[in-house]
């Protein structure tokens, strides 16, 4: 029975089709193949449900590290999904994530980390799309000369200073250096060109004398 | 005078030709490279070579596809050559089916050995200027 020939080779989609054919098709009700064929159905049906759900996390601004259920680090990693560490930056996209609950955590540099619970059921895409909260800059405590320095209208605690001029290293002699020495290499590379480099003599057809 | 002999070498080296070897292709034959020099003659689309010695009396010609800028390179091979001769190779630049210049010069072949000359290409009603070997021929580059 090509039927099962199909669902034993792992065929499922063409085992389920060609296994109902035949038991529709089949007149002998107490036919010894009919169980068999009834239990391939049923396991190759199983197959072809969707064992995995769609996970899709999109955030403002994107570049977002994702992590599923970062607290269970160990248990979706067993079962084939991302879960615990990083697991990409939004967009994001996972096609694998085991249906159930499941937390969703975002970190972004200068934002206030995030997480949510979704909860992913097989075949289904869930789409999140996260805004995420900036977080106040750092304050500088500031000093007396730089206050008076401070433009009006700038934010308090946010501190503008004059760049201190710094001693310019003597490099001087180390420039002339390398400066000598690439004038010398480009000399000898022009007077190795000009004496290997010249245009090939032509070469006219050879005369054979026979 | 260290300025003038600066100059002199710089010219010599740029004006430098690196020579071909048209034997190369003949390994095991006996083959003499003729190296074409301009004088009157700077281009030419054809050599007529005569070959002539004790016994020996050939012509042939190398036509190339385009005219060429001298100096040229061609081989002249002697496949048969069963003994070693003193021989006068004349050669006639061609340019667009007019003789442009004419020279010669004295070689030595030998079955199986490579040797070279050098032949200026002067006046083509005079045969040119004969060569007589690379001593007066100039530093080669």
């Known amino acids: 029975m090509l039927g099962l020939t199909d669902a034993h080779l792992g065929r499922c989609a063409d085992a389920v089709q060609e296994l109902e054919t035949f038991l529709k098709l089949l007149k002998a009700q107490d036919d010894p193949r009919i169980p068999e064929a009834i239990v391939a159905r049923d396991r190759c049906r199983a197959e072809l449900l969707p064992r995995f759900g769609t996970l899709v996390v999109e955030s403002t601004p994107t570049g977002a590290e994702v992590r599923l259920d970062p607290e269970a680090p160990l248990r979706d990693r067993a079962s084939g999904t991302k879960g615990g560490g990083p697991a990409g930056v939004t967009p994001f996209r996972d096609e694998k994530v085991t249906p159930g609950e499941h937390r969703v955590a975002l970190r972004q540099v200068g934002f206030a980390p995030l997480e949510r619970a979704v909860t992913v059921r097989a075949g289904e895409t869930v789409r999140l799309d996260l805004p995420l909260t900036p977080l106040p800059s750092p304050t500088v405590e500031t000093p007396p000369e730089a206050s008076q320095a401070q433009p009006e209208g700038k934010p308090p605690g946010l501190v503008l200073l004059p760049a201190a001029p710094a001693a310019a290293p003597r490099r001087t002699w180390l420039w002339a250096l390398i400066g000598v020495g690439a004038a010398g290499a480009v000399a000898a590379g022009i007077t190795l060109a000009i004496l290997f480099g010249g245009r090939a003599e032509p070469a006219l057809p050879a005369v054979v004398f026979p | ?141």
């Open chain 2, 1 to 141: 005078m260290t300025r003038a002999a600066a100059a002199g070498l710089l010219a010599l080296l740029l004006g430098c030709e690196r020579p071909a070897d048209p034997c190369a292709k003949y390994p095991g034959v006996a083959c003499l490279a003729v190296h074409v020099r301009p004088s009157v003659a700077t281009e030419v689309d054809r050599l007529i070579i005569a070959v002539a010695g004790p016994g020996i009396e050939l012509t042939g010609d190398s036509a190339g596809a385009k005219a060429v800028l001298l100096p040229a390179a061609v081989a002249l091979v002697f496949p048969r050559l069963d003994a070693a001769a003193e021989v006068t190779v004349r050669v006639t630049g061609v340019l667009g089916g007019r003789a442009v210049g004419a020279g010669e010069g004295a070689a030595s072949i030998a079955p199986a050995r490579h040797d070279r000359i050098e032949v200026t290409l002067g006046d083509p009603g005079d045969a040119g200027v004969p060569d007589a070997g690379a001593d007066l021929v100039g530093p080669t580059c």
